[in-house]
T-cell receptor, first 116, second 117 residues
Framework: AQKITQTQPGMFVQEKEAVTLDCTYD???????LFWYKQPSSGEMIFLIY????DQQNATEGRYSLNFQKARKSANLVISASQLGDSAMYFC?????????????WGAGTKLIIKP | EPEVTQTPSHQVTQMGQEVILRCVPI?????FYWYRQILGQKVEFLVS????????KSEIFDDQFSVERPDGSNFTLKIRSTKLEDSAMYFC???????????????FGEGSWLTVV
């Protein structure tokens, strides 16, 4: 079964609009972390934001925020005021405490294209 | 800001040749990882390394693969006899710790493109 599901393979968004990228996850571990990474066309993997399962507040980092709904097991990434440079693949990933080696489990990614 | 560095950025190799991909993790990090991403596909876990030994490896990480930390800074991935299907972007990553919200972030290098011909 998929542990991380990103239902949007691709999205087109007008520049300056807000974007929400969906991510749902499946785990029985009460302690876990959720990550979002950006992968531009150059191929590198850039860490954007992290949310711990016990964190009371939704994580925010500049224009990025994470809409964490624990009961629904969703961790959507919100990008405010999108810019052309936000065009990239975006991956949601999870790390479970029960996995003693804390490897990341990845979603399939969402390709975001920002239109001028 | 500290970063994970990888070399080479791109390597083309003949099938059957040995390849070594090099990584310098962030200096105070204790956990090291290799992931790979075949073009257009999901990122796949290969191996994790802690305390100078492999902690976990995936089914992909067969006898053709090995990892080593030859000194205090480098972390290498060796592919003994490359196959066409080994063509992928290989990411090295490191994290400070395995638990705790501040130590959980895994930082990635820029990746090494491997093309096997």
């Amino acid at each position: 079964a998929q542990k991380i599901t990103q239902t949007q393979p691709g999205m087109f968004v007008q520049e300056k609009e807000a974007v929400t990228l969906d991510c749902t996850y499946d785990t029985s571990d009460p302690s876990y972390g959720l990550f979002w990474y950006k992968q531009p066309s150059s191929g590198e993997m850039i860490f954007l934001i992290y949310q711990g399962s016990y964190d009371q507040q939704n994580a925010t980092e500049g224009r990025y925020s994470l809409n964490f709904q624990k009961a629904r097991k969703s961790a959507n990434l919100v990008i405010s005021a999108s810019q052309l440079g936000d065009s990239a693949m975006y991956f949601c990933a999870m790390r479970e405490a029960m996995d003693s080696n804390y490897q990341l489990i990845w979603g399939a990614g969402t390709k975001l294209i920002i239109k001028p | 800001e500290p970063e994970v560095t990888q070399t080479p950025s791109h390597q083309v190799t003949q099938m059957g040749q040995e390849v070594i991909l090099r990584c310098v993790p962030i200096s105070n990090h204790l956990y090291f990882y290799w992931y790979r991403q075949i073009l257009g596909q999901k990122v796949e876990f290969l191996v994790s390394f802690y305390n100078n030994e492999i902690s976990e490896k995936s089914e992909i990480f067969d006898d053709q693969f090995s990892v080593e930390r030859p000194d205090g800074s480098n972390f290498t991935l060796k592919i003994r006899s490359t196959k066409l299907e080994d063509s992928a972007m290989y990411f090295c990553a490191s994290s400070e710790a395995g638990a705790g919200s501040t130590g959980n972030t895994i930082y990635f290098g820029e990746g090494s493109w491997l093309t096997v011909v």
